[in-house]
């Protein structure tokens, strides 16, 4: 079935620092991707997604290219801030009942 | 886009008694809602899925009977922890899908529950 696979945390960069975390996944034909965010004390929020191969996801500074032949969807920012300060979890489709199918979460911490 | 309400945001509750969670869809039709659990610093672990009208279909090592959960129409799904424990305290969150594989899921904000 599908999984996905994220790098593991915590991330911990300073202020402006170049992010990426890595997310690869395994899947019966082309799903769609997504990357959640969670803040503290909430619940998920879609960050960004990608529904076909070569798509680049974008939000808040954040992007994600939906790359087929790594199968790899790993989420990018040029210039983090604080407030980006979250658990990230990457997500696919699988299994029944329209589930999605989430990454352990990486953990990023930016300081100033 | 799409907003998922939860209610209440946290509880705190004596050992022994119930409480329900509800999760509202307020502007599409939730074909399915997922309920999930959450420990400090880890990720989510889907407790069961429900889809509107029929019985939720539960993970592997989750009681159906302690955790019920009802789906009785297209925009709200509640779960009730019954006689609840220490051990149940926990961050649960849920979260709705329309119809079509690759939708997203909305999330609600998430119930804190402590159990004392």
């Known amino acids: 079935g599908n999984s996905v696979t994220q790098m593991e945390g915590p991330v911990t960069l300073s202020e402006e620092a170049f992010l990426t975390i890595n997310c690869t996944y395994t899947a019966t034909g082309y799903p769609s991707l997504f990357w959640y965010v969670q803040y503290p004390g909430e619940g998920l929020q879609l960050l960004l997604k990608a529904t076909k191969a070569d798509d680049k996801g974008s939000n808040k500074g954040f992007e994600a290219t939906y790359r087929k032949e790594t199968t790899s969807f790993h989420l990018e920012k040029g210039s983090v801030q604080v407030s980006d300060s979250a658990v990230y979890f990457c997500?696919?489709?699988?299994?029944?009942?329209?589930?999605?199918?989430f990454g352990a979460g990486t953990r990023l911490a930016v300081h100033p | 886009g799409a907003v998922v309400s939860q209610h209440p945001s946290w509880v705190i509750c004596k050992s022994g008694t119930s409480v329900k969670i509800e999760c509202r869809s307020l502007d599409f039709q939730a074909t399915t809602m997922f309920w999930y659990r959450q420990f400090p610093k880890q990720s989510l672990m889907l407790m069961a899925t429900s889809n509107e009208g029929s019985k939720a279909t539960y993970e592997q090592g989750v009681e159906k009977d302690k955790f019920l959960i009802n789906h009785a129409s297209l925009t709200l799904s509640t779960l009730t922890v019954t006689s609840a424990h220490p051990e149940d305290s926990s961050f649960y969150i849920c979260?709705?899908?329309?119809?079509?594989?690759?939708?997203?899921?909305?999330f609600g904000q998430g119930t804190r529950l402590t159990v004392v």
């Open positions: 997500a696919l489709p699988g299994g029944g009942y329209n589930k999605l199918i």
């Open positions: 979260s709705a899908r329309g119809q079509g594989r690759n939708t997203e899921a909305f």
